[in-house]
């Protein structure tokens, strides 16, 4: 008997892949995915903790859902409420308390038990809601089935999670726990399954991605061996960090040709003050000094980044110096936010928390100088014959988006034959957050 699932993903794209890998497992008891929760059987929610506003959410979300399970229940029928991912993972039996409807809470890592977790909330025996918030990694790499049904051109494939870093604002290491990195195999493996199902572009996922070790292996050993399969024709890796960005790495973006030329590179600050007290176990010098030999192995990469705005203890002077930072890179993209303490990260407690206008104006100027620096950025695109990989069907007719190696989204006129392709276009307009283009139809394009 077929049953409706709805599943809910906020967060990071290690979430997108988590969430779909639930889908995967849930598949063989008979789940199948709808767009809605009042059409769905079990509805689960993959949340995110890292900061306050994405946690609130989900709490908003379950009053929401309960007060659809009560309707259901009132007219003799059920729904199965599950919670997962990192709020899950740091609530644990006080999401319990607070939601006493939620009838699973499981964490990052427990999303292989799941099928077995729906069975036993399903058969409405248990008295109480089940928790399940193992740090069991390994397991859950080894016990989820393949990838199935994949219908895209473009897809994340976790390689990495968890994170021993520590920086002081984080919640990571303590939601997604210790390093662990899958074994190559395994790994090449799931990346030969999805080019199978007409992927050709993957993005390998991990918290610390380039802190990517196994057996040996680093991620450019990695990267090499991937770039290997056939019909796969663009890899990506995010998320990284710049204690973890070696030689061999480096080296890669200037030798491995289905490397695409962009990295997301998060700094968070430009003042060694602040990266301090961040723990974040490098200074601004050695950034630059990271960006200048990426530049050196490969001169057309573009970079991206985060930022954090409002850390306790930054004054003027260091905000200042971000903007200095974002000046001399110019950035192709960033993500930035306002400080948000987090409950048991070391920062949450310092003294000299920033007050929450100065966070807005902060917030508000770096993020004007960001969006100037991309639209400069995509306008010396304009009159550039670029390789596009096609991915969607746009929301006008005969419009579809792909995206440029420099991941800048592209609209292009043509038909669904360009779905799963690489091919030519010339870029014609630009604006802040994407471009359009005109295939250029005799020409072939590899990557
Ligand atoms: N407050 C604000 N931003 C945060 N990030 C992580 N923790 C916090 C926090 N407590 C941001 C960082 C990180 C990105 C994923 O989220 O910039 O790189
Ligand atoms: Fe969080 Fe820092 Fe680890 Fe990134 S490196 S997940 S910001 S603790």
Excluded: W
Excluded at 136 to 145: G, S
Excluded at 303 to 313: E, K, L, R, T
Excluded at 352 to 362: A, F, G, H, L, S
């Amino acid at each position: 008997m077929t049953k409706n699932l709805f599943i809910k993903t906020y967060g990071c794209q290690m979430n997108v892949y988590d969430s779909q890998r639930m889908a995967d497992a849930l598949a063989p008891q008979g789940y199948r995915l709808v767009e809605q929760p009042d059409e769905a059987d079990l509805v689960v929610l993959n949340t995110c903790h890292i900061r306050e506003k994405a946690s609130e959410k989900v709490f908003s979300e379950l009053g929401r859902l309960n007060r659809i399970k009560m309707n259901r229940e009132a007219e003799g029928g059920t729904l199965v409420i599950g919670v997962g991912g990192c709020v899950a993972q740091a609530e644990g039996a006080e999401l319990i308390r607070r939601a006493p409807y939620v009838d699973m809470v499981f964490g990052p890592q427990t999303t292989h038990r799941l099928p077995e977790m729906v069975s036993r909330a399903t058969r409405g025996t248990e008295k109480n809601g089940i928790i399940d918030t193992d740090f069991a990694a390994a397991e859950k790499f080894d016990e989820l089935p393949a990838p199935t049904g994949t219908n895209r051109s473009s897809a994340f494939l976790s390689i990495q999670e968890g994170c021993d870093k520590f920086c002081t604002f984080c919640v990571v290491p303590y939601t997604r726990g210790a390093e662990f990195s899958r074994p190559q195999n395994d790994i090449i493996l799931e990346a030969q399954t999805l080019v199978d199902q007409g992927v050709r572009e993957i993005t390998l996922l991990g918290q610390n991605v380039n802190a990517y070790r196994n057996n040996g292996i680093g991620l450019a050993d990695l990267l090499e061996n991937m770039s290997q399969i056939d019909d796969l024709k663009r890899i990506r890796y995010t998320t990284s960090h710049p204690r973890d960005m070696d030689d061999a790495l480096v080296a890669a973006h200037g030798t491995n040709e289905k490397l695409m030329p962009f990295l997301h590179l998060p700094v968070q600050s430009g003042s060694d003050t602040i990266l301090r007290a961040m723990n974040r176990g490098h200074g601004v010098d050695r950034f630059f000094d990271i960006i200048d030999r990426l530049r050196a192995a490969r001169p057309d990469i573009a970079f991206s980044s985060d930022f954090i705005v409002g850390f306790p203890g930054e004054t003027d002077a260091d905000f200042e110096a971000t903007l200095d930072l974002i000046g001399r890179i110019e950035f192709a993209q960033a993500y930035s936010f306002k400080y948000s303490p987090r409950p048991g990260t070391p920062a949450a407690d310092m003294n000299d928390q920033v007050p929450e206008p100065i966070k807005n104006e902060r917030l508000a100027a770096l993020q004007d100088l960001i969006t100037q620096q991309q639209k400069i950025y995509n306008a010396s695109h304009i009159g550039s014959h670029t390789s596009i990989l096609f991915e969607s069907a746009g929301r006008n007719e005969n419009q579809y988006i792909g995206r440029t190696p420099y991941n800048q989204s592209v609209h292009v006129t043509g038909d669904a034959t360009l779905l799963g392709t690489v091919r030519q276009v010339e870029l014609t307009i630009s604006k802040s957050h994407s471009l359009e283009g005109r295939l250029i139809e005799s020409a072939g394009a590899t990557i």
